[in-house]
């Protein structure tokens, strides 16, 4: 069974950095694609980035230039390094891995950006 664990969240100052980590496990593959969406309160859930296994990238327009997604496939892991943080991005992130034809969430990481 693919689980997914997330860590690095937790609460920054406007302008603060944080790097959150995914690591899969429990698959005899490798994702395909590995990303973050994040869902703050009362929105719908959004991507914020992804990667394929071939390092291409893609990101939401509102964080390029300040995030970079990156992964190691090796250990089956894909972070988010959050530079430049503003109040907006106050979120639980998500990480997903597409493994086939599955897709694999992980159980969220609070992000909050508050002076």
Same mark, same amino acid.
């Given at each position: 069974?693919?689980? !997914?664990? %997330?860590? *690095? *969240?937790? !609460?920054?100052?406007?302008?603060?950095?944080?790097?959150?980590?995914?690591?899969?496990?429990?698959?005899?593959?490798?994702? @395909?694609?590995? /990303?973050?969406? =994040?869902?703050?309160?009362?929105?719908? =859930?959004?991507?914020?980035? #992804?990667?394929? &296994?071939?390092?291409?990238? @893609?990101? &939401?327009?509102?964080?390029?230039? =300040?995030? #970079? &997604?990156?992964?190691? @496939?090796? +250990?089956? #892991?894909?972070?988010?390094?959050? @530079?430049?943080? +503003?109040?907006?991005?106050?979120?639980?992130?998500?990480?997903?891995?597409?493994? /086939? +034809? /599955? %897709?694999?969430?992980?159980? *969220?990481?609070?992000? #909050?950006?508050?002076?």
């Amino acid at each position: 069974q693919v689980q !997914l664990v %997330e860590s *690095g *969240g937790g !609460l920054v100052q406007p302008g603060g950095s944080l790097r959150l980590s995914c690591a899969a496990s429990g698959s005899a593959f490798r994702a @395909n694609v590995m /990303g973050w969406y =994040r869902q703050a309160p009362g929105k719908q =859930r959004e991507l914020v980035a #992804t990667i394929t &296994i071939g390092g291409s990238t @893609n990101y &939401i327009d509102s964080v390029k230039g =300040r995030f #970079t &997604i990156a992964r190691d @496939n090796a +250990k089956d #892991t894909v972070y988010l390094q959050m @530079n430049s943080l +503003k109040p907006e991005d106050t979120a639980v992130y998500y990480c997903l891995a597409v493994i /086939g +034809k /599955g %897709e694999y969430w992980g159980q *969220g990481t609070q992000v #909050t950006v508050s002076s």
